[in-house]
C-alpha cells in the first residue's frame, strides 16, 4: 500500500486565491521531502527539499515567496501555491525516504496533485 | 553535474513486441539507477532498480542492467502489453544523497 499520502489528488482554483498541498508519510517519520513539479510533455523538476524543522532548500529560479513550504512535523510537509495564476498549472508531486531503510532504497512518492488554476 | 538522457517518444509498438527505451547518464562516482513508470493519472511508481555496476533489475517482465562501461540503464521488455502504456522516467540518485535527478520521460504507446 501506498506510503506517502499526498493530498488532494486534484484541485481547481481561480486565478488569485492560495492552494494547499499535504504531503504525509503514513508508517515512517520523514526529515526530508522533496517536492516535484512536472510540466507537460517534461520531466520532472524538483522544486524544493521541505527539512523539518527547519526552512526549505529552494531549486533556483524557484520562487520561495510562491511556493511556501512548511515541514512541521516528520510527517508531513505541505506546499502552498500562493496567488496562483493559469502558469502554475501542473502536476506536483511529493517524495520522501524512509530513514529505517539503506540510504540507497528508493524513494517513495505520493500520487501527486493535479492543480488546475482557472 | 549530474545528468540522464532518455530517447525521445513517444514510442508506439504493437503488443507482443520487444522493447527497449534507452538511457544513458553523467554522474561521478557510483550513482544507483531507477526506472519509474506513470501511468495515465496516476502518480509515480518504481518500476525497478540497479544499486552497483553490472547489477540487473526486474520487474513485471522488464529488465535493466547497470554498464558502467557505458553510463547506461537501458529499459527492456521482450513482449509488451497494452497495459504497459505508460511514461518512463530514467533517474539516477549519487551514492551520497538523496534527491533524484530524472531524465525526460518516454512515452509508450502499446497498440492491440
Known amino acids: 500500500g501506498a506510503v506517502v499520502s499526498q493530498h488532494p489528488s486534484w484541485v481547481i482554483c481561480k486565478s488569485g486565491t492560495s492552494v494547499k498541498i499535504e504531503c504525509r508519510s503514513l508508517?515512517?517519520?520523514?526529515?526530508?521531502m522533496f517536492w516535484y513539479r512536472q510540466f507537460p510533455k517534461q520531466s520532472l523538476m524538483l522544486m524544493a527539499t521541505?527539512?523539518?524543522?527547519?526552512?526549505?532548500?529552494?531549486e533556483q529560479g524557484v520562487e520561495k515567496d510562491k511556493f511556501l513550504i512548511n515541514h512541521a512535523s516528520l510527517t508531513l510537509s505541505t506546499l502552498t501555491v500562493t496567488s496562483a495564476h493559469p502558469e502554475d498549472s501542473s502536476f506536483y508531486i511529493c517524495?520522501?525516504?524512509?530513514?529505517?531503510?539503506?540510504?540507497?532504497?528508493?524513494?517513495?512518492f505520493g500520487n501527486g496533485t493535479r492543480l488546475t488554476v482557472t | 553535474g549530474n545528468s540522464v538522457t532518455q530517447m525521445e517518444g513517444p514510442v508506439t509498438l504493437s503488443e507482443e513486441a520487444f522493447l527497449t527505451i534507452n538511457c544513458t547518464y553523467t554522474a561521478t562516482g557510483y550513482p544507483s539507477l531507477f526506472w519509474y513508470v506513470q501511468y495515465p493519472g496516476e502518480g509515480l511508481q518504481l518500476l525497478l532498480k540497479?544499486?552497483?555496476?553490472?547489477d540487473k533489475g526486474s520487474n513485471k517482465g522488464f529488465e535493466a542492467t547497470y554498464r558502467k562501461e557505458t553510463t547506461s540503464f537501458h529499459l527492456e521488455k521482450g513482449s509488451v502489453q497494452v497495459s504497459d502504456s505508460a511514461v518512463y522516467f530514467c533517474a539516477l540518485r549519487p551514492n551520497a544523497g538523496n534527491m533524484l535527478t530524472f531524465g525526460g520521460g518516454t512515452r509508450l504507446m502499446v497498440k492491440p
Open positions: 521541505s527539512n523539518e524543522g527547519s526552512k526549505a532548500t529552494y
Open positions: 540497479a544499486t552497483k555496476a553490472d
Open positions: 517524495s520522501a525516504r524512509d530513514p529505517r531503510r539503506s540510504y540507497n532504497s528508493p524513494l517513495h
Open positions: 508508517d515512517f517519520q520523514a526529515t526530508t
